[in-house]
């Protein structure tokens, strides 16, 4: 005679839980008391008892991880088939359906929250109960069954960024996810202004925490920015306020975001005046790439190069051409020096000058000569060559903290004591700090002689491109710095590694190469 397979959810008659004659097992709770079971019944509802049962040969379940309540309202509902699941123990029981693989209790638990969604009274607390429990669901049981429900749910309702993103945000802003901010983000519905005041309201108290980077680098954010000029405006000046307390992520973000705002079409008087110099240090946005950002892009057909390489520019381009022109076959380097052309008119780039591109050719002694390339790459209208008052050593360069000094005439400067220019300075290499290196312009007043003044509002390093040139047979030869990366301490051999080999006693000078076609203010 064959048994039928018992399917649950199933009636078993829930009295049977409170008659120990049909209880062969022990269920421990929390607050140390036990009560019989029956390991049938509870292995009919779940695969993991059965496992405890009958291949583990327990006798005993504990389920002191949950509430006696909780595990006793499980009991009950294993034994009676059926559940009313209320608010105040949804998590915990939805936790152990989970925990226990009820797949039937689990469903039940989720046709629940989707009750509770769509009879929500839309008040703040409600909503936050909701979320918090989806959150919980995605960030701890790893199931996002509850984040798809209640992102669905809150979309059908209205002024959800005033309502209920904004003040959750103000609540929970340090303690937020990545992935849960991004769930925010889409409930909002474009709806944006709430979330910038409370980035706002954050960033005097708590900086740019995690939460901000996410925020900030967020396209849609961006796009919400463009239009609320005075809201970014005070959020960059108490950015600006922490800039001696930012590490270089920060830094990073901050030039991104000025970029990106200004690009979008902003009329910010921040970005206007301040586009591409932080009060203090800027780095020089050709630096610290490397030659695999620009082949994924290759690959792709060049699309969205600003998107993959921030700062890239025409001098970048042209370099990477040159100084890997021995590892390309004709073809693939005559089809990036033809799409040079298209690129420098769909980013609205500058031209390179000529002598930029005769250092290179011999530099790297290919048979290339400058009429090879494209007419609209070359143009020694749209650039100025600045090259540093004095030289060094490329081991000094890199492993002193100094600042030199660039003079570059202003027409129309009526300063009697003192030459136009700028300074780069350059943080130093060491063991100790190995990724710490950057060369950035500067426009604190101390780093200034009294010989030299910078004006702030044209000079700007998002228009340099910087090169290190080099000193050998009579002759200054580019070494064309933009995809070497930064330089390493190799512990091995105690010496400082750049651009293929050691860092020694070559002699060497910094030349800038400014864009003068766009104005930056």
């Given amino acids: 005679m064959t048994v039928a397979k018992v399917s649950v959810p199933c009636d078993f008659g829930v009295e049977n839980l409170y008659d120990e004659f049909h209880g ?29 049962f009958k291949e583990l040969r327990q006798g005993t379940v504990e389920l002191k991880d949950f509430s006696k309540e909780a595990a006793v309202i499980l009991l009950e509902s294993l034994y009676s088939g059926d559940i009313v699941v209320e608010r105040p123990h949804f998590r915990e029981i939805y936790k152990i359906s989970h925990a226990f693989q009820v797949e039937w ?14 009879s929500s009274s839309q008040d703040f607390n409600d909503m ?16 996002g069954k509850l984040m798809e429900i209640i992102v669905s749910t809150f979309l059908k309702f209205e002024k959800m960024a005033e309502l209920f993103v904004g003040p959750y945000l103000s609540k929970y802003f340090t303690s937020t996810k990545p992935a849960t901010l991004n769930q925010l983000l889409e409930i909002c519905c474009g709806e944006f202004i709430p979330v910038l005041q409370a980035v706002k309201e954050h960033l005097e108290t708590d900086g740019i925490v995690d939460t901000v980077h996410t925020i900030l680098s967020n396209d849609d954010m961006v796009k919400c920015m463009v239009g609320q000029s005075q809201l970014y405006d005070e959020m960059y000046a108490i950015m600006l306020k922490q800039f001696d307390q930012m590490n270089a992520e920060h830094l990073e973000l901050l030039m991104n975001l000025n970029r990106a705002v200004r690009n979008q079409g902003s009329t910010s008087t921040t970005i206007v005046h301040s586009y591409g110099i932080l009060p203090g240090y800027a780095t020089i946005p050709n630096l610290f790439h490397n030659y695999d950002q620009l082949m994924v892009v290759y690959d792709n057909n060049f699309d969205d190069l600003r998107h993959h390489i921030p700062g890239i520019n025409t001098f970048m381009l042209v370099e990477f051409i ?7 076959d004709d073809a693939d380097a005559k089809e990036i020096l033809e799409q040079i052309p298209n690129i420098i008119s769909k980013l609205s780039l500058c031209g390179v000058s000529r002598v930029f591109v005769a250092r290179l050719i011999i530099t790297h002694d290919i048979p290339l000569t400058i009429e090879d390339l494209p007419r609209s790459v070359i143009s020694d209208s749209d650039t100025t060559i600045i090259t540093c008052c004095e ?6 360069l890199v492993t002193t903290k100094k600042c030199y000094k660039f003079i570059a005439p202003v027409p129309h400067c009526n300063t009697q004591n003192s030459k136009c220019g700028f300074i780069l ?57 933009s ?3 930064r330089p390493e301490y190799n512990e091995e051999e105690c010496h400082v590694e ?24």
């Fill in 391 to 396: 030289t060094t050593t490329l081991e000094a």
């Fill in 128 to 143: 936050e109960f909701l979320f918090n429990e989806a959150v919980y669901s995605d960030r701890t049981l790893k199931c």
């Fill in 105 to 118: 209790l689990s469903e039940k638990c989720t046709a629940a929250f989707t009750e509770f969604c769509e």
């Fill in 498 to 521: 750049w651009c293929g080999g050691k860092c020694d006693e070559r002699e060497v000078r910094l030349v800038v190469h400014y864009d003068i076609r766009c104005k930056t203010a």
């Fill in 24 to 52: 062969n097992i022990t269920v421990e709770f929390k607050d140390s008391t036990s009560m019989k079971a029956s390991s049938l019944i509870l292995s009919w509802n779940s695969e993991v008892f059965t496992h405890l």
């Fill in 322 to 328: 040159y100084a890997n022109y021995w590892e390309m």
């Fill in 425 to 481: 300075r350059v943080t130093p290499v060491s063991k100790e700090e190995t990724g710490k290196f950057n060369i950035e312009l500067t426009t604190v007043d101390d780093d200034y002689p009294a010989d030299l003044h910078c004006h702030r509002d044209l000079i700007s390093s998002a228009k340099m491109h910087l090169v290190i040139e080099e000193y050998c047979n009579d002759d200054w030869y580019d070494v064309g710095i």
């Fill in 483 to 485: 995809w070497e990366g």
